[in-house]
């Protein structure tokens, strides 16, 4: 009876050390099909590139959506092309300009604005945008005479023109829907003193920052 006692219990100690045995071998052969699937030269370099061109997809998808996205409704950049509002801003300068402002409140007296050209303004393409100062606000009354800028009779204090206005223009009251713009460079500025009132609904957005060339660069 010991011996077959000692044989049983043999026996019985020799089932777990099969098993760890065959878990040990189980996880050693996953680990060796895995580094071989590592160390394969084609599958897995295919995959990875794969993998790595889908992911960089989706993050320029990403930046151009979000650059629509802050271009149409939040800023965008824009380049000064002629000296109309010369000496505040020159030729070839750079500027941000911001479409939250006008969102929230209407223009004010003094912004630098960008906008499409209104429609009695011919010749030129609705995408080619025009800069120039607020003048006269809706309700106001605008006269230009004897080199002077009138609002409701009183003249207004300009101290960013390049020259005074060589020219006659009104009285006229601004209609409830537009403003009176005008360049800085007030003798060689084609604004609404040849072509009228600029309506609202044709602002894009406020002049607010220079951000070239960089010896000038700052607030406007």
């Known amino acids: 009876m010991a011996s077959e006692d000692k044989d049983l219990l043999a026996t019985n100690d020799s089932i ?3 098993e760890t045995a065959l878990a040990n071998q189980s996880q050693s052969e996953i680990e060796e099909s895995k580094i071989n699937s590592e160390n394969n030269p084609k599958t897995p370099l295919l995959v990875r590139l794969w993998q790595g061109l889908g992911e960089n997809i989706q993050i320029v998808a990403i930046a151009l959506i979000l650059a629509l996205l802050i271009r149409s409704f939040v800023a965008e950049p824009r380049f000064i092309p002629s000296d109309s509002m010369v000496p505040t801003l020159r030729v070839g300068d750079r500027l941000v300009v911001e479409k939250i402002s006008y969102r929230l409140h209407s223009p004010t007296t003094g912004d630098i604005v960008v906008f499409n050209p209104p429609q009695q303004l011919h010749g030129y393409a609705q995408d080619q945008a025009f800069i120039k100062r ?6 106001q009354t605008i006269k230009i005479q004897n080199g002077k800028v009138y609002s409701n009779g009183v003249p207004l204090t300009e101290n960013y023109i390049a020259a005074p206005p060589e020219y006659q223009w009104g009285p006229n009251v601004v209609p409830s829907d537009r403003v009176f713009v005008m ?7 084609n604004d609404s003193h040849v072509w009228g009132f600029l309506p609202q609904t044709n602002i894009i957005g406020r002049a607010c920052f220079r951000f070239w060339p960089l010896d000038r660069i700052g607030r406007i």
């Open 16 to 18: 777990p050390l099969t």
């Open 134 to 139: 607020v003048i006269g606000l809706p309700g």
């Open 183 to 189: 360049g800085d460079n007030r003798n060689n500025s």
